[in-house]
Nanobody, 125 residues
């Protein structure tokens, strides 16, 4: 069974950090294009970061310099390191994997075939 499971979310104060993880089972993440999306209450889901099949990365302007995406092929896991958290980063974060796209695009949710259930990040003092 193909499955993606996110973890690492939580409640953190502004300025804090979290590392989100997206672990895959039933298939390999090697050479797959993977993205992190987020959805805040009442807002559309938006792409925040992606890593292509050859590990080039992209970031939304709102998170550049604060978020870092990486992959660990041995653990079949992709990470999103989030630093300098702001209240506006509060959202449910989802990882998504494309079965056949080599390039990563943050604006096309349709490129991604498999989605996790999400992990909640809340930034509040």
């Amino acid at each position: 069974q193909l499955q993606l499971v996110e973890s690492g979310g939580g409640l953190v104060q502004p300025g804090g950090s979290l590392r989100l993880a997206c672990a895959a089972s039933g298939f390999t993440l090697n050479y797959k294009t993977i993205a992190w999306f987020r959805q805040a209450p009442g807002k559309k889901r938006e792409g925040v970061s992606c890593i292509s099949s050859l590990s080039s990365t992209k970031y939304a302007e709102s998170v550049k310099g604060r978020f870092t995406i990486s992959r660990d092929n041995a653990k079949n896991t992709v990470y999103l390191q989030i630093n300098s958290l702001k209240p506006e980063d509060t959202a449910t974060y989802y990882c998504a994997v494309s079965a056949d796209q080599r390039l990563c695009v943050l604006t096309r949710e349709g490129d991604y075939d498999y989605w996790g259930q999400g992990t909640q990040v809340t930034v509040s003092s």
